[in-house]
């Protein structure tokens, strides 16, 4: 069994595998491997994702702090971890908590990304061969002895009827929202357009919803985003999106923005479809703070520059770049695992 300096030495080498120049082939091999298999993982999102896992997660000096949190369990045990799909590796922060705490990793990626997934991991493995026997990839997880499982609500009831007599995390759908007050400035509004369309809104961590005072006027907001026309009009999946979403509007006699990209439009609801985002006036901002506490569940991040007492708070273009200690569902994962 290698040692926790031994683990922590591993990723740091990972994470200066993916940004060393003499790799670049290497990497966008991955990326173009990545993206054939599917095309919601463009080639800038791929290579997004993996330079904020080497940048956020596999810092030095981020690990070593992270992981002196927390005390090594008493015992290793098999942790079968389900992973989700919806953005480039989404499912390395649960791979790294498990390898990292001692324990062996069954892994379990989403077919959407197997490829990401193993080419991480098995790169991790050729740098340190003593960590193949940590990491498994498996179809079934029924010798596991604590699961991690991410997806859907539906899945979610799945999940908790066949991991329950065991130690698990279970996650559901969770969405961002964002508050404004109408004295943003252009280039927050711009970097609200990074947290609503980056990785084409698939993640938790994206908004999908606004929070506006009333009388709201959003062409400040689209003048802002224009720029990200080209990314989004040229990209086939999320345009055919767009015009479905579009069209039903326009069928259905829904009152709607459209900048050409993106729709906006009245709803009480916190998820909204690809290319659409959801907005709700208030008259003050305090009037918002009950509801989205009552909803907490629910939503991952807040983000905002207003004076208001939520959990979640973080700045406009931040959503899409978590660190070691924001965890999935506000769940510490380090800690559920550190209990063994």
Known sequence: MISRAQRINAFINLGKFITNPQNESVIEEWIARANSRNNWFTPENVARSLNAIAHQFLNPDKLNVWTAQYPE?????????????N???VGFHDALSVIISGHILMAKPSSDDQMLIHALLDKLMEIEPGLKEHIQFVERLNDADAYIATGSDNTARYFHYYFAKKPNIIRRNRTSVAILTGKESTEELAALGRDVLQYFGLGCRNVSKLFVPVGYD?????ESIQDLDKTYLHHH???????????????NRVPHYDNGFLLLTESKALVSAISVLHYETYESVTDIEAPLNDQAEKIQCVVTNADIALPGLIPFGKTQEPGLYDYADAVDTMAFLAEF
């Open 237 to 251: 999946k999320y345009f055919n999106n767009y015009e479905y979403n579009k069209s039903i509007f326009l069928v």
């Open 218 to 222: 959003f062409t400040k907001f689209y």
């Open 87 to 89: 953005i480039p590796a």
């Open 73 to 85: 369990p008493v015992s290793f045990q098999k942790i079968g971890v389900v992973m989700a799909g």
